[in-house]
């Protein structure tokens, strides 16, 4: 597997065209990381949710990261990481015409609302639901890309490359389990 930078206008294509991400807050020295629907329009991320855990976390830190993946197989695959702010986009004047820019661009993809509106009714079926927009202003993205190596006279050499980490992952596995790389039943550390 051949892993590669992605330019800053592939990441950006990526988040075009993905709506499925995962987002991480952070409060008190925890991390906390949930799925999020979600419509990318430069510069921002637009989402919405109910409130709960992620939204009190993100109003006391600011401070977010996205996560997006596009996944073929284990050899072949692309992940955007967003760094950015969150910002609410409140339900009151000045905020009004970019909450209904943020319901515009969410509502180009059926079922947009599913998630933050059943997480709402687990955590209490009985409270009305509060609609919460809210953008990520990105600040930084990165990006990344796996592909298969090509078959060249290099691969040969990336061959015995991954055999010796196998092998040494075997052995490892062997002294976390109780044996010794050659099969006797000796003690693992401990």
């Not at 939204?55 to 950015?84: A, K």
């Not at 009004?96 to 180009?108: F, I």
């Amino acid at each position: 597997m051949l892993i590669q930078e992605m330019t800053e206008a592939e990441c950006l294509s990526i988040l075009t065209r993905t709506r499925l991400g995962r987002l991480a807050c952070a409060h008190e020295n925890q991390p906390y990381v949930v799925p999020i629907y979600f419509a990318y329009d430069r510069p921002y991320v637009y989402a919405f949710t109910t409130p709960g855990q992620k939204i009190e976390w993100m109003r006391c830190n600011p401070f977010v990261c996205l996560e997006v993946d596009e996944v073929e197989d284990s050899d072949q695959w692309m992940s955007v990481i967003v760094t950015g702010h969150y910002e609410e986009l409140q339900d009151l004047p000045p905020w009004k015409d970019r909450s209904l820019h943020a319901l515009e661009l969410l509502n180009k993809n059926a079922g947009w609302w599913k998630a933050g509106c059943e997480s709402s009714h687990l955590r209490d079926p009985a409270q009305p639901l509060t609609p919460v927009f809210y953008r990520i202003r990105i600040d930084r993205i990165t990006g990344r890309r796996a592909t298969p190596s090509p078959a060249d006279p290099e691969r040969a050499s990336t061959h015995s490359y991954t055999q010796g980490i196998q092998g040494w992952l075997h052995k490892v596995c062997h002294v976390f389990s109780g044996t010794s790389a050659g099969g006797e039943g000796t003690k693992g550390p401990g």
